[in-house]
């Protein structure tokens, strides 16, 4: 019997036990139970125990705690911050309560209570590396690397196969710039844990930092497990059938397959990963790509695609091997012996780069700059690309044209903090992210364009033209170096945010970039 057949078993015979009158024996009946279930991350499971453990037993310290653990690691925190303040007023220096609540709080954005839920449980219990751990991620998330990283270190002290703790460390060295040291840490986690999705990944950032891309887009295969997918994705062509990973079926590639490939990412990410697509087709028969509908309106511009390539809307194929897009460099075998694989190149037609023109002159006079300041969506309520926009505005304040504002949903606010620095020279874009052709036309036509990394940055990409591209100091692996330029982007300039100075030598150098340019722009000259 599994656990979760044990679980409900033990819930209807603790309801006969009960119908008996015997209520001692029906509690540990699910007490033994729930137990199992905790030990075996049937969270749900040990929830349904507890829970009914909690109506025969109010009270109960032991009961309630389990019960808290249970529900906040199934997501329900109001219910655990309940179960375990109840512990907590009857029993103040319960250590594990502390703990737990400060988990609790760590993930319903209460910082301030969860660092001092962990200090409490530490201070009760010095031997309790969960809890320097937990302090380590609330302090992270502050910005006080030095003390986050001086957490997880007690923490594996006390426990070093602790292999989460190992990949909270590296995330961390990664952010103070310490690649080797982030890479050991991930290294570590992997051989502790080898189903821990996020150390792979993780260690694949690494990898490809330093140049190892064979071994690095092995280890991003793992991305699936980032959103609890396992072992891979479900086939688009029958969702009731889950793909192999790509590596099980790798030598079976060879000039007669064809393989159908599908869209897992945000657009950016699948237009950027496009760029495989000519080293893959050298290799297999034929490639059906299935592209969102955002992206399909794009297909017709594309340049140079290779004849066995194929852009679809639908999964009809007959393809033996499938794979996300994300796995086309592994598929496609790519090393980079000879650099890096261009973008897939595409051209706007003239007609629409006309409408384009003329709707940009019909609001004014150039020079056009194009603006995004934030991007990608919030991990733990931070989001990792997004710029101090009122430093971002002060530094356009002397750009001598206008303003077309590409942010995807700017708010009232934002927009209202622009125009007070920068006048009534603001063109709100932001509806054509709805439309992709519109946006590209929109912006080959414009003078300059800066952003943070985004889908208009990647499409920018594609269509050849520049772009000033702010970057944080520990960007992602597409981004990574010290220098102005990143080798998979090589129209355009990066700007990169300063360790523990923050954005303002960036934006400064940003600012005199333009100044030089839109002195050009308006005399003439350079």
Known sequence: MNVADEAADAIVRAERLLANGDVQAAAQQLARAGAAALADSRMREAMACWSRLRTLAPGNIEVNLNYGVAAM????????????????????????AHCTLGFVCSRQARPAEAIKRFKRALRLRSVFPEAHNGLANELSRLGDLDNSIRHYHYALAQRPEYAECHTNLADDLLQTGDYAGAEASYQKAVELQPNLALAH?????????RGAYVEAWRALEWRPGLR??????????????????PSSWLAQLNADSR??????QGLGDTLFYLRFLPLLAARVATIEVLLPAELLGLV???KQLPENVRFVEHAATTAEFACASGELPLVAGHAAPDGQPPPLQAEVPLPRRAEAAAM?????????????????????????????????AESLADWPGQIAVVQRDPT????????????DRLLDLSALNADLPAMAA???????????SSTNVHLAAALGRSARVLVRATGEWRWHGETAQSPWFPAVKVYREVRQNGWGRPLALLALDLAKYSTRAVTGTG
């Open 73 to 96: 690691l199934t997501g329900e925190h109001a219910l655990a911050d309940v179960a375990l303040r109840e512990v907590l007023d009857l029993q103040p220096d319960n250590a594990i």
């Open 259 to 264: 393989l159908l490939v599908f869209a897992e």
């Open 300 to 302: 017709p511009w594309f």
């Open 412 to 423: 009232a606010e934002e927009m209202a903090l622009l125009g007070r620095s920068v006048g």
């Open 201 to 209: 990944v993780g260690l694949g950032g690494c990898l490809l930092r």
């Open 228 to 245: 609890n997918i396992q072992p891979y994705y479900r086939d688009p062509r029958d969702p009731a059938l889950v793909l192999p990973r």
């Open 442 to 452: 929109c912006l080959i036509e414009l003078d300059e364009f800066v952003s943070v």
């Open 360 to 392: 940009l002159s019909a609001r004014g006079h150039g020079p056009w700059l194009g603006l995004a300041w934030r991007a990608g969506l919030a991990t733990d309520g931070v989001r990792r690309k997004e710029l101090p926009l009122r430093q971002l």
